[in-house]
T-cell receptor
């Protein structure tokens, strides 16, 4: 089945630094990737939608200059949390959608737990 | 805008018994998908079952089945013969159907299910 690899699975960084999270589709081409954030004991909230080769579409309230998303290839999307602060500590998870009807289901990465100290 | 509501923050069930998790949603669209996802402590999102709105027949996957009531906009999940491994957060989710392809997922707040030995 389709596999999405997300790296790193967890990261601890100091306040003010930047962190990059990668989301790779291993055996299919992902034309669209979605980035979600999940705070403890809460649901997944969509942050942004990225389409290969174009700018990401951000949900209301998500700062595009803080959460930089790049989807430069059909197998890789990255989320960079810039100038991270403790309130950015959360669980970030990506999902990918492939091309064509047969690849319509969304496949999730295993998530990244970010802790900003 | 579409919304998904899960009115049961927590549920518990005895091993081998049956439990039903509730979900209602709101949409003015006619063509969409509904899902139940399981999120164990590892935080991995695991697809449990999927229902296409145009199909009247309720989806089933082994011990998991749904009661899809389109007019009532209700989509409950029944877990039969509950197992200890079913202990997890369960999220109901909605997405639009774009010619067989999915849009982004809109999640409910989740139900924490505990299966007791």
């Amino acid at each position: 089945g389709a596999v999405v690899s997300q790296h790193p699975s967890w990261v601890i960084c100091k306040s003010g630094t930047s962190v990059k999270i990668e989301c790779r589709s291993l055996d299919f081409q992902a034309t669209t990737m979605f980035w979600y954030r999940q705070f403890p004991k809460q649901s997944l909230m969509l942050m942004a939608t990225s389409n290969e080769g174009s700018k990401a579409t951000y949900e209301q309230g998500v700062e595009k200059d803080k959460f930089l998303i790049n989807h430069a290839s059909l197998t890789l999307s990255t989320l960079t949390v810039t100038s991270a602060h403790p309130e950015d500590s959360s669980f970030y998870i990506c999902s990918a959608r492939g091309t064509g009807v047969n690849n319509s289901p969304l496949h999730f990465g295993n998530g990244t737990r970010l802790t900003v100290t | 805008a579409q919304t998904v509501t899960q009115s049961q923050p927590e549920m518990s069930v005895q091993e081998a018994e049956t439990v039903t998790l509730s979900c209602t949603y709101d949409t003015s669209e006619n063509n969409y998908y509904l899902f139940w996802y399981k999120q164990p402590p590892s935080r991995q999102m695991i697809l449990v079952i999927r229902q296409e709105a145009y199909k009247q027949q309720n989806a089933t996957e082994n011990r998991f089945s749904v009661n899809f009531q389109k007019a009532a906009k209700s989509f409950s999940l029944k877990i039969s013969d509950s197992q200890l491994g079913d202990t997890a957060m369960y999220f109901c989710a909605f997405t639009m159907n774009y010619g067989g392809s999915q849009g982004n997922l809109i999640f409910g707040k989740g139900t924490k299910l505990s299966v007791k030995p």
